[in-house]
């Protein structure tokens, strides 16, 4: 897999690379303070079958990728929201494989203290290699030895052109 550095922005970080037939990709994370997790996966799909029906509920991906979230000291997998689709559009969102959408979320409100795996595989084979986006808040890198920034506050003088920045680690 190719991909570009991090870009860490207010502990959300972003990644865009590509993924090849064959390949996955594994990034360790740790929970940011008490936040949320939130993972996210999209990427470019190429057209699917033709003939598509007004109620066909047959899943059209071409290359269907997965994102999985691993708390690793527990070895819990979480999953993915999955609507209910045609069969059952009015059901509340469930977790699962999705195997409908190029978009996929993880979302963790009650996170734990410890190390996270985000894995992206695929189904079968891919079509061609594939650009993917992910993003991740309310994690940083679990190999990464700054310690995470809390309380961070600023004074500004707009007058002298200058900014107080404080903050606890």
Avoid: C
Avoid at 58 to 64: E, F, R
Avoid at 112 to 120: H, I, K
């Amino acid at each position: 897999a190719q991909f570009m550095d991090w870009a860490i922005l207010n502990p959300v970080a972003f990644r865009e690379g590509e993924l090849a037939d064959g390949e996955s990709i594994v990034e360790e994370i740790a929970p940011y303070g008490d936040e949320p997790l939130r993972v996210t996966l999209m990427w470019n799909e190429p057209m699917g079958p033709t003939g598509f029906g007004g109620n066909d509920t047959t899943p059209s991906l071409v290359n269907d990728l997965d994102v999985r979230l691993v708390e690793t000291g527990t070895n819990t997998t979480y999953y993915p929201y999955v609507l209910g689709g045609l069969a059952d559009p009015n059901s509340p969102a469930t977790t699962g494989d999705n195997v409908l959408d190029n978009v996929e979320q993880i979302y963790l409100e009650d996170v734990t203290a410890g190390t996270y795996e985000v894995r992206v595989t695929h189904k079968d084979n891919l079509s061609e290699t594939t650009s993917y986006s992910l993003m991740i808040s309310g994690a940083i890198d679990a190999n990464d030895p700054r310690e995470a920034v809390t309380n961070l506050a600023a004074e500004v003088d707009y007058l002298a052109g200058t900014a107080d920045l404080s903050w606890d680690h």
